[in-house]
Structures are given as structure tokens and as C-alpha cells.
T-cell receptor
Framework: DAKTTQPNSMESNEEEPVHLPCNHSTISGTDYIHWYRQLPSQGPEYVIHGLTSNVNNRMASLAIAEDRKSSTLILHRATLRDAAVYYCILIGYNQGGKLIFGQGTELSVKP | DGGITQSPKYLFRKEGQNVTLSCEQNLNHDAMYWYRQDPGQGLRLIYYSQIVNDFQKGDIAEGYSVSREKKESFPLTVTSAQKNPTAFYLC????????????????FGPGTRLLVL
């Protein structure tokens, strides 16, 4: 199974940008990079996904390295409601299409 | 509003008892999934179903059973064979099975916390 590596925790100040890194050195050419986040005692929610090009949506931006061995989720202005565990997940044929969740990065946001 | 509902929010199980967790979706999604989450851990796949009357085991299916008689419903039974059932259980769905591409988004319910008495 393709593995992702994320820092266990990160801290940010409110209204500042946050860059959450993810390493996936064994990614295959057909794997998509997905990000989900999970607020305390809730189910995960989808944030963003991409294949090769950088992606933007209303929640965040996803920057993908040229060799695709790493990616960064960017929250442009962190709010207290962004405090959550963020999961970086590879999805594709090699994973049998399954979501394989690691331990994620716990983001805390200070006012 | 479309979404996924799970009930109950908290469930208590006695030793040797089977309990059933409910999952309903009105998103008209074909695929549904059950995950287990232990404290401080990521999610692990228990069972998934790509279509009505069909389901496959995930990574930790032992001690669990499911059915998929209707598109909207995918109940999970935690049997007495599951010796360590205390966990947070999450149900999810996607438009198509994520086997078909890497782009499918999964939508999650609010979860059921199962505790053993």
C-alpha cells in the first residue's frame, strides 16, 4: 500500500497561512492525492484533491511537487474552526481504490 | 438536505451481545463504506459495498457483518465475535465506487461511538 508521511502536529496563529506537508515517495503515476480533515468527534470531510497540477477551491489550495513525491495543503487564512486532524491520502488502482488513512496532522490554531 | 445519517450517536454493548449500527444516505450514491477509528488513530476499512446486494470485506472484517438490501441503507452488525468493539464507527458513501477512479469523494456520516459495558 502506498504510504504517506505527515508531521504528527502543527500549530498556527489565527488569520495566518498554514502549510501542511505530506510526503508520498512511493506514489504511482495514477494515484490521486486527496486531503480530508476531521474535526473532533465528527466524521472526516473532503478538502481537496489533485493529480499533477496545483488545485484551488474555496477551502484550500493543494501544491503538488513536480516529481509528485510530496504535496502541501495550504490554508490561506487559518480560523479557529480549521483546528482539526488533516489526512493526506493516496487513492488509485494500487490501493484497490480504498482510502488508506494514516495518523494525519493535528492542527491547532491559536487566537 | 442530502446527507448521511448514523444512529445512534452512542451505543452500549453488553458482553456476548450483537448490536447493529444504522447508516442511511439520501445522496443516491451507489457505494457505501464502514470504517472503524480507535483513539488517536486513522480510519480502518471494515466493509464496503459497491452496489445493492453486494459487499466486500475490508481490512478488519472479522467480528462484523453487513447487509445491503436497499441502496439507501448499509447497516453494520458488531457480533459477539468482535472481542474489542469499543471504537468510533463511521459510515461513508460515494457516487461511484472509488475503485473506478482516483477522483471519487467520500461523504461521511457523524459517527456512532460504541462502548462496552
Amino acid at each position: 500500500d502506498a504510504k504517506t508521511t505527515q508531521p504528527n502536529s502543527m500549530e498556527s496563529n489565527e488569520e495566518e497561512p498554514v502549510h501542511l506537508p505530506c510526503n508520498h515517495s512511493t506514489i504511482s503515476g495514477t494515484d490521486y492525492i486527496h486531503w480530508y480533515r476531521q474535526l473532533p468527534s465528527q466524521g472526516p470531510e473532503y478538502v481537496i484533491h489533485g493529480l499533477t497540477s496545483n488545485v484551488n477551491n474555496r477551502m484550500a489550495s493543494l501544491a503538488i511537487a513536480e516529481d509528485r513525491k510530496s504535496s502541501t495543503l495550504i490554508l490561506h487564512r487559518a480560523t479557529l474552526r480549521d483546528a482539526a486532524v488533516y489526512y493526506c491520502i493516496l487513492i488509485g488502482y494500487n490501493q484497490g481504490g480504498k482510502l488508506i488513512f494514516g495518523q494525519g496532522t493535528e492542527l491547532s490554531v491559536k487566537p | 438536505d442530502g446527507g448521511i445519517t448514523q444512529s445512534p450517536k452512542y451505543l452500549f454493548r453488553k458482553e456476548g451481545q450483537n448490536v447493529t449500527l444504522s447508516c442511511e444516505q439520501n445522496l443516491n450514491h451507489d457505494a457505501m463504506y464502514w470504517y472503524r477509528q480507535d483513539p488517536g488513530q486513522g480510519l480502518r476499512l471494515i466493509y464496503y459495498s459497491q452496489i445493492v446486494n453486494d459487499f466486500q470485506k475490508g481490512d478488519i472484517a472479522e467480528g462484523y457483518s453487513v447487509s445491503r438490501e436497499k441502496k439507501e441503507s448499509f447497516p453494520l452488525t458488531v457480533t459477539s465475535a468482535q472481542k474489542n468493539p469499543t471504537a468510533f464507527y463511521l459510515c461513508a458513501s460515494s457516487i461511484d465506487p472509488i475503485l473506478t477512479s482516483g477522483q471519487e469523494t467520500q461523504y461521511f456520516g457523524p459517527g456512532t461511538r460504541l462502548l462496552v459495558l
